[in-house]
C-alpha cells in the first residue's frame, strides 16, 4: 500500500512539502520514489496552474466583463441619448450665421428676433435658430378663388425669386 504525503504548488524536487504553501492548495497524493515524486509534482503543478488562472487569462480573446455591467452601462448610454434629444429642444450653442445669410431666431415656434451675420447662442423654453440664405428667396402666393370686378371666378398663383444684392446698403 502506498502511503500519502500532503502535497501543494509549492512542493520541492523531493516532494516534501513547502512551509509556505497555502493550506488550500495541499493535496493528497500517494508517496511515490523521488523521480516518481517530480513527474507527478510537474504534472500535478501544471494541471492547478491551468485551474489557479483567472478565465481572462485562460482565453485571451475574451474579456472578463460581467454581464450586468455591460447591460447598465448600455442602459445608461441609451437614457444620455434619450435626455440630450430632450434637451436640445432648450439650447443652442456658438449657432454661426455667415456673410450670406440672415439668421432667424424662434421662441416656442415664433419669430423672436432676425439677426444678420455672427456667432449666437441662447437657452430658454423651445429656442431654435434658422438660417435663411439673402442670396435668393423663393416665394410663392396662390388663392383658389379669386371674384373679378365682372364677378367671374379665377384661379390664380404666383411664383417667383428675389434676389438681393451684397452690395446693397443696409437700411437703418
Given at each position: 500500500?502506498?502511503?500519502?504525503?500532503?502535497?501543494?504548488?509549492?512542493?520541492?524536487?523531493?516532494g516534501?512539502l513547502?512551509?509556505?504553501?497555502?493550506s488550500?492548495?495541499?493535496?493528497a497524493?500517494?508517496d511515490?520514489s523521488?523521480p516518481?515524486?517530480l513527474?507527478?509534482?510537474q504534472?500535478?503543478?501544471?494541471?492547478?496552474s491551468?485551474?489557479?488562472r483567472?478565465?481572462s487569462?485562460q482565453?485571451?480573446?475574451?474579456?472578463n466583463?460581467?454581464?450586468?455591467?455591460?447591460?447598465?452601462?448600455?442602459?445608461?448610454f441609451?437614457?444620455?441619448?434619450?435626455?440630450?434629444g430632450?434637451?436640445?429642444?432648450?439650447f443652442?450653442?456658438?449657432?454661426?450665421v455667415?456673410?450670406?445669410?440672415?439668421?432667424?431666431?424662434?421662441v416656442?415656434?415664433?419669430i423672436?428676433?432676425?439677426?444678420?451675420?455672427?456667432v449666437?447662442?441662447?437657452?430658454?423654453l423651445?429656442v431654435?435658430?434658422?438660417?435663411?440664405?439673402s442670396?435668393a428667396?423663393?416665394f410663392?402666393v396662390?388663392?383658389?378663388?379669386l371674384?373679378?370686378?365682372?364677378?367671374?371666378?379665377?384661379?390664380?398663383?404666383?411664383?417667383?425669386?428675389?434676389f438681393?444684392s451684397?452690395?446693397a446698403p443696409a437700411?437703418?
Amino acid at each position: 500500500m502506498a502511503s500519502f504525503v500532503l502535497y501543494s504548488t509549492h512542493c520541492t524536487r523531493g516532494g516534501t512539502l513547502a512551509p509556505n504553501a497555502p493550506s488550500g492548495a495541499r493535496r493528497a497524493v500517494p508517496d511515490f520514489s523521488p523521480p516518481q515524486r517530480l513527474l507527478q509534482c510537474q504534472r500535478l503543478r501544471s494541471c492547478l496552474s491551468s485551474l489557479e488562472r483567472p478565465w481572462s487569462m485562460q482565453n485571451p480573446r475574451r474579456l472578463n466583463i460581467p454581464t450586468r455591467a455591460v447591460i447598465t452601462g448600455l442602459g445608461i448610454f441609451v437614457l444620455l441619448l434619450l435626455v440630450f434629444g430632450f434637451a436640445s429642444n432648450f439650447f443652442y450653442f456658438f449657432e454661426r450665421v455667415d456673410e450670406d445669410e440672415v439668421g432667424v431666431q424662434f421662441v416656442s415656434g415664433r419669430i423672436k428676433n432676425v439677426v444678420g451675420p455672427g456667432v449666437y447662442s441662447d437657452a430658454g423654453l423651445f429656442v431654435e435658430m434658422r438660417r435663411v440664405s439673402s442670396q435668393a428667396v423663393a416665394f410663392s402666393v396662390s388663392d383658389a378663388e379669386l371674384i373679378t370686378r365682372d364677378k367671374q371666378r379665377i384661379g390664380l398663383v404666383v411664383t417667383g425669386d428675389i434676389f438681393a444684392s451684397k452690395t446693397a446698403p443696409a437700411r437703418p
